[in-house]
């Protein structure tokens, strides 16, 4: 079974740090770019970062540019987002993603994604 | 980037057709042939509907369809089912940024 697993949540104080992990299971995960997309309480998806299938093309959305680092191990089949300098805004469950298509960022669309980890960012 | 716009919420009744917008711009929507819809029920995580403005996934009922025109895609979903109740999400690669950006989200009711 295709399956995606994220872990790490928690909560955390402003300014804190945490590190989230997602294990995959099922596929070829070095053949596949990944992405973090997230979704704070009650609002909508926004997408954090994405990680080619080499890591050598990494991107991430403005705002969480020079806080959040995305990382993956192909040997161990598990990504990861290091996340500094929390912040409020940043509470939002937070879903790995896989990334399927032909070839280029742009093509790509999440067609596998975990159940999700809950980050909470409060004093 | 700003959000795709889409409107906040649709219905239909069993049987009918609804049809969601997703406005973007020459930089996201319009300029790539890359737009996917994502389904999302209260409590789980999204499932991808349609990628590629208007392919759909195995497994995902050949009621729902995509397509595109200019910067405004769309998401039309025949022969609604009570199970078809959920939040919609479009999304596209901005490549001004290289980011990916998503749609405001639609709540679809089956009245």
């Known amino acids: 079974e295709v399956q995606l697993v994220e872990s790490g949540g928690n909560l955390a104080q402003p300014g804190g740090s945490l590190r989230l992990s997602c294990a995959a299971s099922?596929?070829?995960?070095?053949?596949?770019?990944m992405n973090w997309v997230r979704q704070a309480p009650g609002k909508g998806l926004e997408w954090v970062s994405y990680?080619?299938?080499?890591?050598?093309?990494?991107y991430y959305a403005d705002s969480v540019k020079g806080r959040f680092t995305i990382s993956r191990d192909n040997a161990k089949n598990s990504l990861y987002l290091q996340m500094n300098t929390l912040r409020d805004e940043d509470t939002a469950v937070y879903y790995c993603?896989?990334?399927?298509?032909?070839?280029?960022?742009?093509?790509?669309?999440?067609?596998?994604w975990g159940q999700g980890t809950m980050v909470t960012v409060s004093s | 980037q700003s959000a795709l716009t889409q409107p906040p919420s649709a219905s239909g009744s069993p049987g009918q057709s609804v049809t969601i917008s997703c406005t973007g711009t020459?930089?996201?929507?319009?300029?790539?042939?890359?737009v996917s819809w994502y389904q999302q029920h209260p409590g789980k995580a999204p499932k991808l509907m349609i990628y590629?403005?208007?392919k759909r996934p195995s497994g995902v009922p050949e009621r729902f369809s995509g397509s595109k025109s200019g910067n405004t895609a769309s998401l039309t979903v025949s022969g609604l089912q009570a199970e078809d109740e959920a939040d919609y999400y479009c999304?596209?690669?901005?490549?001004?940024?290289?980011?990916?950006?998503f749609g405001t989200g639609t709540t679809v009711t089956v009245l």
């Open positions: 993603a896989r990334g399927a298509g032909s070839g280029t960022p742009a093509s790509d669309a999440f067609d596998i």
């Open positions: 099922g596929f070829n995960f070095n053949t596949y770019s």
């Open positions: 990680i080619s299938r080499r890591s050598t093309t990494i």
């Open positions: 020459s930089s996201d929507v319009g300029g790539y042939n890359y």
């Open positions: 590629e403005v208007s």
């Open positions: 999304s596209s690669f901005a490549g001004s940024n290289n980011n990916y950006v």
